[in-house]
């Protein structure tokens, strides 16, 4: 079983820059999928990035301001996120897969539990 714990989340201004982490509790990043969605109030799960050994993806709305990697040595993936806008603003979750498609289209196989990002105007 994979525990994914995120942390980085808080409350800033639009134009402000974030960076969200993703602890797994085991040796996960290396070989697993990993991605990030978020979720605003009222609406349905996004997706906003994922990487695994095949390549990155970005969601057409974050690329060229957030941006996905990850630590291996550390177990944590992260998600810098920059020039922030208020529709940024939701609760984002750290998903894992064993296939970066399967996390794009949602279909993770472990999810933490999301750490509320606040975008002001």
């Known amino acids: 079983q994979v525990q994914l714990v995120e942390s980085g989340g808080g409350l800033v201004q639009a134009g402000d820059s974030l960076r969200l982490s993703c602890l797994a509790s085991i040796r996960a990043t290396s070989n697993s999928a990993m991605g990030w969605f978020r979720q605003a109030p009222g609406k349905e799960r996004e997706f906003v990035a994922a990487l695994s050994w095949r390549g990155i993806i970005y969601a057409d709305s974050v690329k060229g301001r957030f941006t996905i990697s990850r630590d291996n040595a550390k177990n944590t993936v992260y998600l810098q996120m920059n020039s922030l806008k208020p529709e940024d603003t939701g609760v984002y979750y750290c998903?894992?897969?064993?296939?970066?498609?399967?996390?794009?289209?949602?279909?993770?196989?472990?999810w933490g539990q999301g750490t509320q990002v606040t975008v002001s105007s």
């Open positions: 998903a894992a897969a064993g296939d970066i498609n399967a996390v794009v289209r949602g279909f993770s196989d472990y």
